[in-house]
């Protein structure tokens, strides 16, 4: 009887609300969106609109985009597969991959001579490469190995395990950056190679993915992306592309053949150029970043 009682009140109470206070709850809702959109209209000519009403919410940010100027050409070992480059007191250290041929080279920029080899044990595919003080850091495609040398005499040192692909390494200063194929970096300590830290890359809000080849330079990062032709420039703190760099065009159609794509980046801090060539390029050439 109780329960009968309860549910029977409040029906009748609401329509009494509703015959007795609409028309006063009707009346004062058309003086209020009156009052609204006088005050709109007024804010708007007073120049005193709130912000929300002006931000473009979700319009990406404004990537800039850069061409290449080539400074100078030299020649590459056409059969050196380039999976990592490093540019360190005017010399060049590259990384070369494929299965049994994997190898670390040590190059003169000024004219692309390979000046010192070291041949990688046949089962590593080589990868990336970075250079960490007097240690240089070389990747592995697939079997989860990182391989150390001393950067003077290749001699090798110790070799660190991490979990999944590995496919570009750059080193900026304080951490290790590394490259999957996906559209994360991963930061790693430079003396355990243990993850610090995750970043996603976007551009214009969209996730890049296949990111490649990378290059630490001055606070940012550099990559590009596998079978493509451009490079971008990634604010590492936030993972938004910054730059895209169109790099078409740096080998002639004849010069292209038999070769592989895009890849392989070092930048020279003292000359503000970056070397670029590519997996079985004949060619690497110093170049700049202009608008
Ligand atoms: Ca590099």
């Known amino acids: 009887m109780a329960r009968k009682r309860r549910t029977g009140h409040r029906p009748r109470r609401a329509r009494e609300a509703v015959t007795s206070r609409g028309p006063i709850r009707l009346w004062a809702l058309s003086v209020a969106l009156i009052a609204l959109a006088v005050g709109a209209v007024w804010a708007e000519r007073a120049g005193t609109a709130p912000q929300a009403a002006q931000t473009e919410v979700g319009t990406p940010p404004v990537v800039r985009t850069l061409r290449v100027e080539v400074v100078r050409t030299l020649p590459h070992d056409q059969d050196a597969y380039t999976q990592g480059l490093v540019w360190w007191n005017n010399q060049l250290f590259e990384s070369a991959g494929r299965r049994n041929r994997s190898s670390l080279r040590r190059l003169d920029p000024r004219t692309g001579e390979v000046q010192q080899r070291y041949e990688v044990a046949p089962e ?168």
């Not at 590593?124 to 001393?150: C, K, M, N, P, S």
């Not at 304080?174 to 551009?203: E, K, N, Y």
């Not at 890049?208 to 990634?234: K, M, P, Q, S």
């Not at 003292?270 to 608008?291: D, N, S, V």
């Open 124 to 291: 590593y595919w080589a990868e990336g490469l970075a250079l960490v003080d007097d240690r240089l850091f070389q990747i592995t495609y697939t079997l989860e190995q990182a391989l150390t040398y001393d950067r003077d005499s290749f001699t090798p040192g110790e070799t660190f395990g991490y979990d999944g692909e590995g496919w570009r390494l750059c080193y900026d200063g304080a951490r290790l950056v590394m490259s999957d194929g996906t559209d994360r970096l991963t930061f790693r300590d430079p003396t355990t190679f243990d993850v610090i830290g995750h970043q996603t890359v976007r551009l214009r809000g969209q996730p890049l993915r296949n990111l490649n080849e990378l290059e630490c330079a001055d606070g940012t990062v550099y990559a590009n992306v596998h079978t493509r032709n451009f490079l971008v420039r990634i604010d590492p703190a936030t993972g938004r592309v910054t730059d895209y760099i169109d790099a078409s065009g740096l080998l002639s159609d004849e010069a292209r053949r038999g070769t592989d794509y895009l890849n392989g980046m070092a930048y020279d801090p003292t000359a503000g150029t970056f070397y670029l060539t590519g997996k079985l390029w004949p060619t690497m050439f110093e170049a700049r970043f202009i608008e």
